[in-house]
């Protein structure tokens, strides 16, 4: 452990996969496996989003908006865990540590406050179905994607400078595979009762708050289509956010399970394997869930495929 004159942690170990060593070289292959494929389909999404017209809507546009922040997201941890498991000694430095994680966090809160702003969205459409041109405009879309971003990293700078500024004095080996706020929490020399409370708090906001406000947008939207006479009415309002709540069930999910508990539940098994779920899985699964369950992005990315074909062949 290196240490300055004034015996402070200069950086982190990052334990991680290191206590299944077996394991690293079929995880290092999974795990690439699983990354292109989710930076496939995320771009996939994005660029059939923007080429094709008929895609233009606000519904996409979020959906666009989402994926381009997965991307993101995904870039800040599993670049670095790849190349951790091939090395011997992963490290990272006390600077590099504070940056990851608040790039990690400032895109894990930019998504669930844009799941949030598309549960809304699925709301005006169906609940407000004659006003939703004028209510869901490009400018008010933009207004709602600009304000997911900077909340993010707004909630991201405060939970970084509050665990950051905590004295690191001590042990310096985090039980992840990445800088997250549990595992350093507990190696901080001094805990900070009014500093935990305020973490937890900001948890709170992001993950309950957000949960909830999907949870009323869907409450309502669900009282709407008990009254549409027809069933292939409801099977219709209903399958425009089947993909939505899928995403919404997995993400919060594994969201709560980290950040909704006591400390004194953390394990280093158990959070691997939600760690792994929550940084590798779910960006995976967005795509390929709103591409598999819904009728126009499967139309507009079999165009998209047919104007490829058709201009390789000229």
Known sequence: MKRDNQSRVTEFILIGFSNFPDLQAPLFAACSIIYMATL????????????????????????????????????????????????????????????????????????????TVMGYDRYVSICKALHYPVLMNQRCCTKLVVFSAMGGFLISAICSFSVFTLPYCGPNKVDLFFCNIAPLLKLACA??????????????????????????????????ILKIPTAEGKRKAFSTCASHLIVVVVHFGCASIIYLRPQSRYSLKGDIFISVTYTLVTPLLNPFVYSLRNKDVQMALKKSLGRSMCSRKM
């Open 40 to 115: 496939a389909g995320n771009v996939i999404i994005i660029a059939t989003i923007m080429r094709n017209s008929t895609l233009h809507i606000p519904m996409y546009f979020f959906l666009a908006m989402l994926s381009s922040s997965e991307t993101c997201y995904t870039l800040t941890i599993i670049p670095n865990m790849l190349v951790n498991l091939l090395s011997k000694k992963a490290t990272i430095s006390f600077t590099g540590c504070a940056i990851q994680m608040f790039a990690f966090l400032g895109f894990a809160c930019t998504n669930a406050l844009l799941l």
């Open 191 to 224: 805990q900070s009762y009014i500093g935990d409370t305020f973490i937890f708090l900001c948890s709170v906001l992001v993950v309950a708050f957000c949960f909830l406000l999907i949870l009323l947008s869907y409450i309502l939207i669900l009282n709407t």
